[in-house]
């Protein structure tokens, strides 16, 4: 039994949730920037932004499971290798502007010894997890979506 009864028509739920969608994704770029300029500008540690770090990775998994669920991988791409290393790179190159500035910032060695080497190293290493969880779920969705399409093939 529903608590409360719904009252909006078709029209009116589509659009409630195109607002809910845009929302959603504003709130969780907002919050990821937020983490970072804290962590890079104001210089505060991991402990004082753990509380907004956890409702990231809640809404970054949840949202993850539900897509792949329902056999989605993106809006802009297909699942593909194209489509991992290019999201791949794009994670490494982000990881290694992160650490070089946060290392800049506490005034650590970024010239191109063994400070440049250890942020190429951290960039390549996030690329390859990047590239191989992507590779997980891209293999989850295709399996997803076969699964799904016999389904509906079944019940027609």
Avoid: N
Avoid at 57 to 69: F, H
Avoid at 92 to 103: E, F, G, K, P, Q
Avoid at 125 to 145: D, H, N, Q, W
């Amino acid at each position: 039994m529903r608590l409360f009864k719904k009252v909006v028509d078709e029209r009116e739920e589509m659009e409630m949730m195109r607002v809910e969608h845009v929302m959603f994704w504003l709130v969780f770029w907002a919050l990821l920037i937020s983490i970072f300029v804290q962590l890079l500008g104001m210089k505060a540690t991991f402990r004082q932004v753990s509380g907004e770090w956890t409702v990231f990775m809640l809404m970054a998994l949840g949202t993850t499971i539900g897509e792949v669920r329902g056999g989605h991988f993106d809006y802009t791409s297909r699942p593909g290798w194209k489509a991992y290393l290019l999201y791949s790179v794009a994670a490494a190159l982000a990881v290694m502007v992160l650490t070089y500035v946060r290392r800049s910032v506490a005034g650590y060695d970024t010239t191109f010894s063994d400070g440049f080497l250890l942020i190429l190293i951290f960039g390549m290493f996030s690329g390859v997890v990047t590239f191989a969880c992507l590779s997980a779920a891209g293999r989850i969705v295709k399996c997803r979506r076969k699964k799904l399409e016999k389904q509906f093939d079944e019940e027609k």
